[in-house]
């Protein structure tokens, strides 16, 4: 065997070491698959809770974290099942904002019922909202519009666009009688 330059006795104080790490390593990883399992149990129970409530975008999340390989085999294939049932049902939308004249408006800021969603609007990205009543407000260059809409289970790809006009080029009320 070559040992390109060190001696058996490094060697072996290096694999010592990697004996030394890996015990403990293994100790910690036995411990976390135990509070891993309590983990999956609580994710299950609060997941099942949050859908209740018609929380399903937080419920599927409960449900992903508890469909990991780390939880016990049937709470995780349960979870899996929940999880891929919302993943059908949590609405979804895009967002748009134009001018007048029907030109994107990329920098705008969106926040859904106060809640802070994009900064910009020309990466495409779809959101997943929970079904009911929501307030979307649009922001661009310090102009604002709202919407108000209700997004249904099931509901996916909804675009919802908002459209800026310019008050100097709206028509006055004098020149449309005109």
Known sequence: VAMTGRSFFDLARVAGLTVAIAVPLLAAERECA????????????????????????????????????????????????????????????????????????????????????????????????????????FLHDGKETSLKVILNQGERGRVLVATFVDVRQAPSPSSASS
């Open 34 to 137: 135990a509070a891993s399992k309590d983990e999956c149990v609580d994710a299950h129970g609060r997941g099942q809770d949050l859908r209740e409530k018609g929380q399903l975008t937080r419920a599927r999340q409960m449900f992903m974290s508890c469909a990991q390989s780390s939880c016990p085999p049937l709470l995780q294939g349960d979870c899996a099942r929940l999880g891929e049932e919302l993943d059908r049902i949590v609405p979804s939308v895009s967002f748009g904002a134009r001018n007048s004249h029907a030109t994107d408006l990329p920098n705008t800021t969106v926040y859904v019922d106060d809640v802070l969603v994009a900064t910009r609007l020309d990466d495409g990205k779809s959101y997943d909202f929970d079904p009911g009543k929501h307030t979307v407000r």
